[in-house]
T-cell receptor, first 112, second 111 residues
């Protein structure tokens, strides 16, 4: 079982460049999430989706956009990357709001 | 609003010793609580969760946690630490449509 797959796994961007992180899940989950993980801060929610075609802001949405055009995919976009966006990004999905979240392996992004 | 506080960013124990990782939560509604583990360069995986019912919850790898409403706590324990338990552990609470994570506690296990 693939579960939650994130691409790419590593990326280095220059300040001002744009990129899209792709998350794909094969568990038919309704809910999908994007988190960023920074040392000493745990995971902070960037955006989330409660179903195909829906998105909502989390704790730290500024500088990011998302889209959920297909149920199995959740895309995270950075329009103009900044060094403060250097982080490890995790995608997760869950069946319902109170069920466990399944995480991808993470994307390590460095903005120079 | 829901929040989670994990006491101690680092905990070090000897192999075979008791593991105790502390978590306190704040919630305006009956909480759903989780413990996740993250091994190096991997995503998070669920150790255990509390929703309703029995307050002592058993999880994978010999871990368990007890929900104490009066103390707003959900501490994680394991009777005997193994070297393979070295990882980062996150306590989390369900808040609305999303899970809110604590800052994490890194567990070191000494031989």
């Amino acid at each position: 079982n693939a579960g939650v797959t994130q691409t790419p796994k590593f990326r280095v961007l220059k300040t001002g460049q744009s990129m899209t992180l792709l998350c794909a899940q094969d568990m038919n989950h309704e809910y999908m999430y994007w988190y960023r993980q920074d040392p000493g801060m745990g995971l902070r929610l960037i955006h989330y989706s409660v179903g195909e075609g829906t998105t909502a802001k989390g704790e730290v949405p500024d500088g990011y956009n998302v889209s959920r055009l297909k149920k199995q995919n959740f895309l995270l976009g950075l329009e103009s990357a900044a060094p403060s966006q250097t982080s490890v990004y995790f995608c997760a999905s869950s069946w319902s709001r109170d069920s466990e979240a399944f995480f991808g392996q993470g994307t390590r992004l460095t903005v120079v | 609003a829901q929040s989670v506080t994990q006491l101690g960013s680092h905990v070090s124990v000897s192999e075979g010793a008791l593991v105790l990782l502390r978590c306190n939560y704040s919630s305006s509604v009956p909480p759903y609580l989780f413990w996740y583990v993250q091994y190096p360069n991997q995503g998070l995986q669920l150790l255990l969760k509390y929703t309703t019912g029995a307050t002592l919850v058993k999880g994978i790898n010999g871990f368990e946690a007890e929900f104490k409403k009066s103390e707003t706590s959900f501490h994680l324990t394991k009777p005997s630490a193994h070297m393979s338990d070295a990882a980062e552990y996150f306590c989390a609470v369900l808040g609305g449509f999303k899970t809110i994570f604590g800052a994490g506690t890194r567990l070191f296990v000494k031989a």
